[in-house]
């Protein structure tokens, strides 16, 4: 069975973006290569997204940059369209549960932060996959919102990876 698996970086202060949705702070920081990006990628046979992150993605690159796989857009307008991608509204936990007997691969949760949330309310996020920067911002956009369900992990892996910390965390409740 596929795996729901957040990737993500975040500030050492838990923020995943300024409170502007600004990422310059993450690209400043040096990796080494691509921090694994690439074989984690591998592994994915769709992406589930916020209509903000996705917005903020569109802004990054002059191409959408998973083109080639299923994209699902969590947003309360999903009668809107955009070449490579579904915007839907079908709650998370019936979304998750449809891919995983569709998908063959892991689901990549990708954020923001109320799409994560709302997956943790449902324990649907089998994998943490964190790339902790060492910037302290002091304000901005959390990676976990206020009234996030208190949920335990299990440290799986952990390595430097240039600047980043990289830690991987499984969900007690992936037993797999």
Do not use: C
Request: charged fraction near 25%; avoid cysteine.
């Amino acid at each position: 069975m596929p795996n729901v698996v957040l990737y993500i970086a975040m500030s050492l202060d838990g923020k995943i973006a300024r409170s502007n949705d600004q990422l310059d702070w993450l690209f400043a920081v040096d990796g080494d290569g691509d921090n694994g990006y690439a074989e984690f990628f591998k592994t994915i046979g769709a992406v589930i997204m916020g209509r903000k992150t996705y917005e903020e993605v569109l802004q990054l690159s002059e191409e959408y940059p998973y083109p080639n796989m299923p994209n699902y857009i969590l947003t309360h307008q999903s009668d809107r369209e955009a070449e490579h991608v579904t915007f839907t509204d079908e709650p998370i936990e019936e979304l998750i549960h449809r891919l995983k007997e569709e998908i063959g691969q892991d689901i990549w949760l990708i954020g923001g932060g109320e799409v994560i949330k709302a997956a943790m309310e449902q324990d649907l996020v089998d994998r943490y996959e964190i790339a902790i920067a060492p910037v302290v911002l002091g304000e901005g956009v959390p990676l976990f919102p206020e009234g996030t369900k208190e949920t335990k992990l299990r440290l799986t892996n952990q390595r430097a990876s240039g600047q980043f910390v990289m830690v991987t965390y499984d969900s007690y409740t992936n037993e797999s």
